[in-house]
């Protein structure tokens, strides 16, 4: 895990790092209380950031090189490319073959229909890592206590009309997710 950290600190802001590790403290924590392999969630949280300090020509110029699918939505809308480039660099740059964990770095921008738990704790701990303080975030932690699809529905029902208010284009993916856990949870009542 060191020789990870050493690499990634290479390719990232100070404030990218930092968060980056304050998220893997966080999935630890909800590794634990949903009975996760640590090990896979900590390396998709420590990892899952890894392309966020590249400029929008690196994201693209990694693109075409690895011959990475991304939609025309995503191609532009620089704050989601990081997830699709992110997810391959993990591959080629630090050797992780585990799907999950792939998916995980992959899918924590937009979220995705039937995400496996590690995907979930990573997303929700993104949103929740000690270190931010944006609105919601209390609530969250409280949700992300008890139950890992409430804390889901929680920072989708709240980051979808965010992004709505600030006129940023919605990946349909992320509707798709929010979609799937309302279902989820009316399944459940
Ligand atoms: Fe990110
Ligand atoms: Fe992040």
């Given amino acids: 895990m060191d020789n990870v950290k050493k690499k990634l600190k290479k390719m990232l802001s100070s404030q990218t790092y930092a968060h980056s590790l ?8 909800l590794a634990g209380r949903f009975g996760v392999s640590e090990k896979k969630v900590e390396l998709a949280a420590l990892l899952h950031d890894c392309a966020k300090s590249m ?6 110029y990694n693109i075409e090189k690895y011959k990475i699918p991304v939609d ?40 995705v229909p039937a995400m496996s738990a590690i995907a979930k704790i990573v997303y929700v701990a993104d949103f929740i890592e000690l270190a931010r303080g944006h609105k919601g975030v209390v609530d969250a932690r409280k949700a992300a206590e008890k139950n890992i699809d409430k804390a889901m529905l929680f920072i989708l029902k709240r980051k979808i009309p965010y992004l709505v ?17 309302l ?4 399944r459940n009542d």
């Fill in 165 to 181: 208010k600030k006129e940023v284009l919605i990946h349909p993916r992320s509707v798709k997710a929010l979609n799937w856990f």
């Fill in 55 to 60: 400029s929008y020509d690196e994201l693209v």
């Fill in 22 to 29: 304050s998220t893997c403290e966080t999935v630890l924590d």
């Fill in 183 to 186: 279902k989820k949870e009316k």
């Fill in 72 to 111: 025309k939505l995503e191609l532009r809308t620089v704050s989601l490319l990081h997830a699709p480039v992110g997810s391959k660099l993990a591959s080629v740059l630090f050797g992780i073959a585990d799907h999950q964990i792939l998916s995980a770095i992959r899918y924590h921008t937009t979220a």
